[in-house]
């Protein structure tokens, strides 16, 4: 069961700051009156929500219309952590949380106050504050800024609010993603093509923003102009060269926006997401004529994007032979829960034998999982660099999506997502059912395994050590050598019956 708290826990220095210090945070009245507790508790969740590294904030009022209770979860890099606050049926003062939400957004109040509503606001932390709390500033900067976007919603007896916090200091890059070293070189070498397209696919939540931000604050080294077109803009991008970042929204169409940004003379574009003919068929052409162009699109894994991409197109003989040409790498992500602490044994259940079977994976009678607390996300990629069979492939009269996923499959760079969660199960840092429960397998899985599944039966090693394996090849023939990947699996295969 969830713990739920009645009071927010304090955090470390923020009543030592000035009032006017505080204030900047955010706008609270700072009397001793009722609204002015509500006010200052308020500021007090956000604050401690970004400094314990969260991610949303719901915040519903439930009950009487008039005099709602108020019940708080916040997304916490362990999970949800609950709130709940009681005000009584004869006080207003649960009212007074949905008042100051609208104040803080600039939400109108009253007979014009909408049913829905996406709206925003900012807060700023003083550097040393932030920095008090393991917050790193951007460089020279006397403040640490945080976007809220809010989501509102008047409910049948209350109200709900979903915050969610835009934190760009905190944007990882892609060197620190935690991803394989042949993973990270397919991605490399896709950004690093004078041209073409790369696309991201995976349902929301699945981390698509911060990766594709990540190849972003790669590329943005001065030298090239970037054009982003977001709904809304999550992640704000600094630096030397040409930076242009549009927000969808009104009459701003993601068409329009990605048209006019051809004609700012760009190298670089990102299209938050690619959803219909119009849109697609202007991302071709300016993957054809000399852009980079980063975008996402929904799809269930890697190998069913292709077969989308060209549904998305208007005429789809002439277009396939374009996307087989322009689209050079397809990532599929996930994020999957990562826990510290110890790990146990335990027998394989039925069903979980009968998962990995299907997944074309032999996990043995038991496995070893860790048992200790969540602590936050692992990222786990899916990559499919378009290969000249791909390519063929995609220009066939009918596309068929297993022989891709069957060429994806002699990619070595290309760990399907069940078998990375496999992976980061056997190094401890998950959990079989989260696996089984978020990840989505592939039914031609057992009859087509993967080229690191069949590794894995050959030399008898997990697919930790596959995957070492495979990086330590290709770290190897970044330096020069001429060995072959056999040559790295029988190394890992002595290591471990020497161990």
């Known amino acids: 069961m969830v713990e739920v708290a009645d009071s927010i826990p304090e955090v470390i220095g923020l009543r030592e700051l000035t009032q006017d210090e505080r204030q900047a945070i955010m706008m609270a009245k700072e009397g001793s009156g009722q609204e002015s507790a509500i006010e200052q508790q308020i500021r007090d969740l956000f604050v401690w929500s970004i400094v314990t590294k969260s991610s949303d904030l719901h915040i519903s009022g439930r009950g009487r219309r008039d005099s709602p209770n108020v019940f708080v979860n916040v997304r916490t890099p362990a999970g949800f952590k609950r709130f709940r606050f009681k005000y009584g049926n004869d006080s207003k003062m649960g009212r007074h949380w949905e008042t100051k939400l609208f104040q803080l957004t600039g939400t109108s109040q009253g007979a014009t106050t909408p049913d829905i509503a996406s709206v925003r606001f900012e807060m700023e932390l003083p550097a040393e504050f932030a920095r008090l709390h393991g917050l790193r500033p951007f460089a020279g900067e006397d403040l640490y800024l945080v976007d809220v976007r809010v989501e ?14 835009l934190d760009p200091q905190r944007a990882p890059e892609l060197h620190a993603l935690g991803l394989p070293y042949a993973v990270l070189r397919a991605i490399l070498r896709a950004l690093h093509e004078p041209n073409g397209m ?17 190849m972003l604050v790669l590329l943005n080294d001065g030298t090239k102009a970037i054009h982003t077109i977001e709904d809304p803009v999550e992640i704000a991008l600094r630096g030397d060269g040409p930076i242009t970042q549009v927000q969808v929204g009104g009459n701003i169409t993601f068409k329009r926006a990605l048209k006019s940004s051809l004609r700012q003379d ?54 396939a032979y374009r996307v087989a040409q322009v689209l050079k790498l ?8 990562r826990y510290d602490g110890p790990a146990q044994t335990r027998p394989l259940t039925r069903d979980e034998k009968l998962w990995a079977k299907t997944n074309g994976m032999d996990l043995g009678d038991e496995i070893c999982e860790n048992v200790g607390e969540a602590i936050g996300k692992t990222a786990l990629v899916e ?29 070595d760079q290309f760990e399907p997502l069940v078998v990375a969660g496999v992976r980061v199960v056997e190094s401890h ?3 079989l059912a989260d696996c089984m429960h978020q990840l989505a397998g592939n039914m031609d899985a057992e009859s087509s395994p993967s080229l690191r599944v069949r590794m894995a039966k050959q030399y008898g090693l997990n697919f930790t050590q596959v995957n070492e394996a495979i990086d330590s090849y290709h770290r190897a023939a970044d330096d020069g050598s001429t060995k072959s990947m056999e040559h790295f699996f029988e190394i890992a295969t002595s290591t471990r019956v020497a161990a």
Do not use: W
């Open 152 to 165: 509102y919603t008047k409910t049948y007896n209350g109200f709900k609010f979903t915050c969610r916090l």
């Open 198 to 214: 790369v696309l991201v696919t995976g349902p929301t939540g699945s981390g698509k923003t911060t990766l594709l931000n990540a």
């Open 266 to 319: 760009p190298d670089i574009i990102m299209v938050a997401e690619i959803r219909d003919a119009e849109t697609m068929e202007i991302a071709l052409q300016a993957a054809q004529t000399g852009h980079l162009v980063l975008a996402t699109v929904h799809t269930n894994n890697s190998y069913e994007t292709f077969s989308r991409v060209v549904d998305l197109t208007e005429d789809k003989t002439r277009d």
């Open 330 to 337: 397809v990532v599929a992500q996930r994020l999957l829960d």
């Open 383 to 411: 990559v499919i660099a378009t290969t000249p069979e791909i390519a063929s492939l995609l220009q066939a009269q009918v596309i068929d999506t297993p022989a891709i996923y069957r060429a994806a499959c002699e990619q």
């Open 429 to 431: 840092g998950g959990r």
